[in-house]
């Protein structure tokens, strides 16, 4: 159970003494019980088959009819990334991170901590080519956070998280990819449901019309390139962490379409740039 909260300190004027002392959960009681506590639908048909999930809580700041206002909390995670272009731009591809992300092996008889959501980050970026030339390119950066019972262990104490980003030969269409530890800073997204299969057509479309609803109302929607940042969650997917803080496995569960549970965020006020803490290996080409 994730529980979440911030303490605000107000300090007298010359700094001695700390005059005020005003504590907040990010969510109210009620919505932990219903969110972390009480199973899902996805926590029991997925008992056969991998561990019930640890969820990252989001902080409600304002609901509307066209999208909500949600606090991502800071973390600590396994990044894994790529820049892709031509042909990847537009090809159906699963949330689920890529093989090089995954660096432990699976055991009937060992314990696994899975969390979920899965999250992508997506955003328009250039690519540089030789002789000046520009090619359009997108980053995916796929996030995995630490369960946490490993997101206090220091860098040194955790594996490294390459499983062959920086050894195994590039996939056609991909530039550049990297895997490492990051703390990520807390982050505010405007955010709705999408129905349905979570296509490529669906996503941007959901994602284009968060950023002009929410553009309309006043909040600052961060753009690369003239499009917006935004973040794609699912949570008919997680990820699994074997005993040795390895990322072992990633479920990605089938369930009907209407029953399907996706969510698509645009990042507000500040692109996310994460921390990097060190770890891991990357390749270019």
Request: aromatic content about 6%.
């Amino acid at each position: 159970v994730n529980i979440l909260g911030e303490s605000h300190l107000v300090l007298s004027a010359d700094g001695a003494a700390i005059t005020s002392v005003t504590e907040r959960w990010h969510q109210a009681p009620s919505r932990i019980f219903l969110e972390q506590i009480s199973p899902r639908f996805r926590d029991i048909i997925s008992l056969w088959n991998s561990p019930t999930a640890e969820h990252v809580p989001l902080r409600v700041d304002s609901s509307g009819r066209e999208y909500s206002v949600v606090t991502l909390p800071a973390m600590m995670a396994v990044q894994a990334e790529w820049v892709e272009t031509q042909q990847l731009l537009q090809v159906e591809q699963a949330p689920l991170p890529p093989q090089f992300a995954f660096t432990g092996t699976v055991k009937r008889s060992e314990w696994y901590s899975t969390v979920a959501p899965v999250m992508l980050e997506r955003c328009r970026t250039t690519a540089r080519l030789p002789g000046g030339m520009e090619q359009v390119a997108q980053r995916r950066r796929w996030i995995m956070p630490l369960p946490m019972r490993y997101a206090t262990r220091s860098i040194a104490d955790l594996p490294d998280p390459d499983g062959g980003a920086a050894d195994d030969p590039l996939p056609p269409d991909v530039l550049s990819q990297s895997v490492q530890y990051v703390r990520r800073p807390a982050m505010r997204m405007a955010v709705r449901s999408i129905q349905g299969v979570p296509s490529n057509k669906n996503v941007l479309a959901a994602a284009r019309q968060i950023a002009a609803a929410a553009t309309a109302d006043g909040l600052r929607v961060v753009r690369q390139d003239g499009q917006p940042v935004f973040m794609q969650m699912s949570y008919d997917a997680k990820i699994g962490f074997n005993s040795r803080a390895q990322i072992a496995m990633a479920v990605w569960l089938s369930v009907p379409s209407l029953l399907q549970e996706n969510t698509v965020g645009v990042l507000l006020d500040e692109l996310c740039e994460p921390e990097l803490l060190g770890g891991g290996g990357a390749a270019s080409a």
